[in-house]
């Protein structure tokens, strides 16, 4: 028999994903997908329709979360795996997440306004089907009206630092996030860490302060990772002894490069952490239940 196919990091409309949970979770099963674990940012909408979905279509499902933290003055993504959805801290922090969020949507409309571009706010909202408001959803209105041609290109002009659409703010602190996620039962991923503009002595000080903090694992292989990012991150993982997770970080059949079940192996000397007796607790043992 073939190894299972993991995929753990994903998104759907409850974020900025652009398919629905269920149509997530069905695209993962004709993908070959046997594990996947939706990510959706800062909100758990999701889960409840995913697993449904999951238990017709015979995908084993995880719940999960993708957090975002602020560390040292960077945006960094914390992913929970197999967290409880209605645990109430996760809840509650997930809802300041999400408050700070509405704050940001109305500064960066704003921001654009001032820069003769009106009506951002409204046009986010309508790319938005889910509770949260993602710059990604003001991309897809700047795209609509033209003022890019694509949504990398929107964010290089208008949405990352230094450019008129850009709100700096804090998100969660790095001990909040890993507390939310542990505190729900779940298992602390650094999400796409060779994507972070740190150097590396940073990028060392962060997978420190995280496993004191209680994480993990680290996000090995990435959609978003060249092979290169991937064998890098494969030895800092066990250079810190993180466990290595794999996920697409699939968004919509839009972006063809970050598709559902199309990763690579992890690379040798990773301890997956799908393997860990920390991931049979966290996700209620699924895995030896199916092999009795
Ligand atoms: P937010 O969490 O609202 O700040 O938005 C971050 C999201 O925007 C990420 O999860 C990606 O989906 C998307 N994103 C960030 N940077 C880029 C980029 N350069 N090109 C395309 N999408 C991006
Ligand atoms: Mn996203
Ligand atoms: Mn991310
Ligand atoms: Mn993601």
Same mark, same amino acid.
């Given at each position: 028999?073939?190894?299972?196919?993991?995929?753990?990091?994903?998104?759907?409309?409850?974020?900025?994903?652009?398919?629905?949970?269920?149509?997530?979770?069905?695209?993962?099963?004709?993908?070959?997908?046997?594990?996947?674990?939706?990510?959706?940012?800062?909100?758990?909408? =999701? +889960? %409840?329709?995913? &697993?449904?979905? #999951? @238990?017709?279509?015979?995908?084993?499902?995880?719940?999960?979360?993708? !957090?975002?933290?602020?560390?040292?003055?960077?945006?960094?993504?914390?992913?929970?795996?197999?967290?409880?959805?209605?645990?109430?801290?996760?809840?509650?922090?997930?809802?300041?997440?999400?408050?700070?969020?509405?704050?940001?949507?109305?500064?960066?409309?704003?921001?654009?306004?001032?820069?003769?571009?009106?009506?951002?706010?409204?046009?986010?909202?309508?790319?938005?089907?889910?509770?949260?408001?993602?710059?990604?959803?003001?991309?897809?209105?700047?795209?609509?009206?033209?003022?890019?041609?694509?949504?990398?290109?929107?964010?290089?002009?208008?949405?990352?630092?230094?450019?008129?659409?850009?709100?700096?703010?804090?998100?969660?602190?790095?001990?909040?996030?890993?507390?939310?996620?542990?505190?729900?039962? =779940? +298992? %602390?991923?650094? &999400?796409?860490? #060779? @994507?972070?503009?740190?150097?590396?002595?940073?990028?060392?000080?962060? !997978?420190?302060?995280?496993?004191?903090?209680?994480?993990?694992?680290?996000?090995?292989?990435?959609?978003?990772?060249?092979?290169?990012?991937?064998?890098?991150?494969?030895?800092?993982?066990?250079?810190?002894?993180?466990?290595?997770?794999?996920?697409?970080?699939?968004?919509?059949?839009?972006?063809?490069?970050?598709?559902?079940?199309?990763?690579?192996?992890?690379?040798?000397?990773?301890?997956?952490?799908?393997?860990?007796?920390?991931?049979?607790?966290?996700?209620?043992?699924?895995?030896?239940?199916?092999?009795?």
């Amino acid at each position: 028999m073939p190894a299972p196919r993991y995929d753990l990091h994903c998104h759907s409309t409850a974020s900025d994903g652009t398919l629905s949970p269920s149509a997530v979770v069905r695209r993962a099963a004709t993908r070959g997908v046997d594990v996947l674990a939706l990510t959706d940012h800062d909100e758990t909408a =999701g +889960l %409840a329709e995913a &697993a449904a979905e #999951a @238990r017709r279509t015979g995908v084993r499902f995880v719940p999960g979360i993708e !957090l975002s933290v602020t560390w040292s003055h960077q945006t960094i993504h914390v992913v929970g795996l197999g967290i409880d959805p209605e645990n109430p801290g996760l809840l509650a922090g997930t809802a300041r997440l999400r408050a700070f969020r509405d704050w940001r949507a109305g500064e960066i409309a704003a921001r654009l306004a001032k820069h003769g571009i009106d009506g951002a706010l409204e046009g986010a909202r309508r790319h938005s089907k889910g509770a949260i408001l993602s710059r990604t959803h003001f991309a897809h209105f700047l795209v609509e009206t033209g003022h890019a041609k694509d949504v990398r290109q929107v964010f290089r002009r208008f949405l990352v630092h230094g450019k008129p659409g850009h709100v700096a703010g804090e998100w969660a602190s790095l001990e909040e996030g890993v507390g939310w996620i542990t505190g729900a039962g =779940g +298992l %602390a991923v650094i &999400a796409h860490p #060779a @994507r972070y503009r740190l150097s590396a002595t940073r990028l060392r000080q962060l !997978l420190g302060a995280f496993r004191e903090l209680g994480g993990i694992g680290l996000e090995v292989v990435s959609g978003s990772h060249s092979p290169d990012d991937n064998l890098r991150m494969a030895l800092l993982a066990r250079r810190f002894d993180l466990l290595a997770s794999a996920g697409s970080d699939f968004h919509g059949p839009e972006n063809p490069w970050y598709e559902l079940g199309r990763l690579p192996e992890l690379p040798p000397g990773c301890r997956p952490v799908w393997q860990s007796v920390a991931w049979q607790q966290a996700t209620g043992a699924l895995p030896a239940e199916r092999a009795s």
